[in-house]
């Protein structure tokens, strides 16, 4: 069975620190997709970022980065130099190989960045 | 290029009675999903579309739950009658099939409140 866990239920951290959040996930599958959503307040999952199981290499946009690493099933997420902006629920997602795959969710943890 | 369009945002009905939601997917998309989202947690998939057949409805309540995507582009996604239970968020999403994978684009989601 495929399964998400983000131990990090509330993050609280100050403008301009280092955060990082974790995802753990569990599957049988060898081909399989990790996402990263952003869900603010108004509610609406914005996609930020995809990775397949071939491709444990790190990636870095602009203030986020993630980690993947296949030996722990982790891929956590970093936001460098946090903005309230960043305030927000982020959910980590597993999909099956192949098209059409459902998403299984993790818990989401609730990111706060106070000024 | 428009995104994933749901109506109603907001809905307050009376448990017994029932409520229908709407949605548009980005267009081209042919893979549509509905998702329900209880407070403080992860969406859980209800049903997928691929074009206007049923791919996935396995956690669908089919005693009181129906859904529809008639012509293969908007969907409606229907609860009667509504249990204090489905107070949640109803997200739809669509993604449109790639050579290797596909990601799936949200919309606003429709707030169920049951009383």
Redesign the interface.
Same mark, same amino acid.
Do not use: M, W
């Given at each position: 069975a495929q399964k998400?866990t983000q131990a990090q239920t509330e993050i609280s951290v100050v403008e301009k620190e280092d955060v990082t959040l974790d995802c753990v996930y569990e599957t049988r599958d060898t081909t399989y997709?990790l996402?990263w959503?952003k869900q603010p307040p108004?509610?609406?999952?914005?996609?930020l970022i995809?990775r397949?199981s071939f491709d444990e290499q790190n990636e870095i946009s602009g203030r986020y980065s993630w980690n993947f690493q296949k030996s722990t099933s982790s891929f956590n997420f970093t936001i460098t130099a946090s903005q309230v902006v960043d305030s927000a629920v982020y959910?980590c997602?597993l999909?099956r190989?192949?098209?059409?795959g459902?998403?299984i969710?993790?818990?989401?943890t609730e990111l706060s960045v106070k000024p | 290029e428009a995104g994933v369009a749901q109506s109603p945002r907001y809905k307050i009905i009376e448990k017994r009675q029932s409520v229908a939601f709407w949605c548009n997917p980005i267009s081209g998309h042919a893979?549509l999903?509905w998702?329900q989202q209880i407070l403080?947690?992860?969406?859980? #998939?209800l049903i997928?579309f691929?074009n206007n057949g049923v791919?996935?409805d396995s956690q669908l309540p089919k005693d009181r739950f129906s859904a529809e995507r008639l012509k293969g582009v908007d969907s409606t996604l229907k609860i009667q009658p509504a249990k204090l239970e489905d107070s949640a968020?109803y #997200?739809c999403?669509s993604?449109s099939?790639?050579v290797?994978?596909?990601?799936?684009?949200?919309?606003?989601?429709t707030?169920l409140l049951v009383l």
């Open positions: 998400v997709y996402f959503y108004s509610g609406e999952l914005v996609f995809r397949n959910f997602a999909s190989g192949g098209q059409g459902k998403l969710f993790g818990q989401g | 893979t999903y998702y403080g947690q992860g969406p859980k #998939l997928q691929q791919v996935d968020v #997200l999403a993604s099939p790639t290797i994978f596909e990601t799936q684009y949200f919309g606003p989601g707030r």
